[in-house]
């Protein structure tokens, strides 16, 4: 309706529907589309004026949902999936228009992208199933020992100690799973917020190797640092030891070699760059893209025989996110890997 309460003229739907974000299509009484904008015609590419609109969107709920407006005024919903090499899920909301007016304006229906919002879903659901299984397995295990302990085993001096000291290790297990899940929230909801101090990066990757040097030489693995100096970044102190502790201690974990570790920081044009090489299995190229999944291993036995969660990646691309920082991971099988870290140089 405009001002004087007469239904809008033909001009004004074609206006308003122009002016909405989302591709919505104006259609008749017999569901011809009348007008439609510029986000539906680029969502739906056969969209014509004048023709049927279930022409171009073969839906039959969307047919259905249609027919019954047009019958009884009411709005609904109908939900459709397109298909294709990545199929898309979609949901039309229709409505009928009061009064019609001269152009016939009689329903309208706005369509919105279900995808990413469905995608998001299924990853959180994922990620709840995976770290509940993955707490589920150290804790069946703990069970495990405590019946032995209380049965076959009570009385067993020699079992005990041995049987507690694998509970233990269990029981670290599930400790570093829930420090890196708290660990990993907590970047999440920190992840939007940009680093508002200056920090010298050498500072943090030296801190890094100093508390993972015990571990270096218990597997006989020299830490061989060359970090320049005045290499500033905007950055959070604590998270960055983080990143460089969890690539470092990726790289004693999977790549111990009396070789050692090259730890590097320089400046390479406006950037601050940051590499671990270690000269171990390597990883070959098809785990490559995956390996900052949460829980994506290579192997998962050996990731748990060496005290991994699978989630030390996952921490470091979400602080580096953080920090507009970009990681790339290069590797050959047999000779080594190189994680590298790139930064925007503070200004
Ligand atoms: P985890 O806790 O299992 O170490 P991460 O997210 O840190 O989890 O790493 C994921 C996987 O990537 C590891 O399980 C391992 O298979 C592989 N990986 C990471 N760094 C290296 C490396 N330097 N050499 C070989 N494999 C590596």
New binding site residues.
């Given amino acids: 309706m405009n001002e004087t309460g007469e239904p809008m003229g033909t001009g004004g739907v074609a206006a308003l529907v122009a002016a909405l974000p989302d591709p919505t299509v104006i259609l008749d009484s017999q569901g011809l589309v009348l007008h439609a904008n510029r986000a539906a015609f680029s969502l739906v590419d056969t969209l014509t004026p004048g023709q049927p609109l279930t022409h171009s969107l073969r839906s039959s709920a969307l047919l259905e949902a249609l027919t019954q407006t047009l019958s009884d005024g009411q709005s609904r919903r109908a939900a459709y999936e397109t298909r294709g090499t990545t199929p898309r899920q979609f949901e039309a909301v229709v409505a009928a228009i009061a009064g019609g007016g001269p152009e016939r304006a009689t329903l309208l229906v706005q369509i919105r992208d279900l995808t990413r919002e469905q995608q998001v879903e299924r990853m959180r659901a994922d990620f709840v199933a995976n770290a509940s299984h993955e707490l589920r397995t150290p804790l069946a295990s703990l069970t495990g020992f405590i019946d032995t302990l209380q049965g076959a085993a009570r009385d067993d001096e020699q079992a005990r100690t041995q049987f507690l000291d694998l509970m233990q290790a269990q029981a670290a297990r599930m400790k570093r799973l829930i420090d890196d899940l708290l660990s990993l929230s907590r970047i999440e909801i920190n992840e939007h917020l940009k680093p508002a101090a200056e920090v010298e990066l050498a500072a943090t990757v030296r801190q890094a190797a100093d508390l993972l040097r015990p571990e270096a030489e218990k597997t006989g693995t020299p830490l061989h640092l060359d970090l320049a100096t005045a290499l500033p970044i905007m950055g959070a102190r604590e998270e960055l030891v983080q990143v460089f502790y969890?690539l470092i201690e990726?790289?004693l974990?999977?790549?111990a070699s009396p070789r050692g570790i090259e730890i590097v920081a320089r400046r390479e044009g406006d950037q601050a760059v940051v590499s671990v090489t270690?000269h171990?299995?390597?990883?070959a190229a098809i785990h490559i893209p995956r390996?900052t999944e949460r829980f994506?291993?290579?192997?998962v036995q050996?990731?748990r025989s060496r005290g991994?969660?699978?989630?030390?990646?996952?921490i470091v691309k979400h602080i580096l996110n953080r920090h507009e920082a970009r990681l790339a991971i290069t590797s050959t099988v047999g000779q080594g890997?190189t994680c590298r870290v790139a930064f925007p140089a503070a200004e």
């Fill in positions: 969890n990726n790289a974990k999977y790549g270690d171990g299995p390597g990883i390996l994506y291993r290579v192997s050996d990731s991994g969660t699978g989630l030390g990646l996952a890997t």
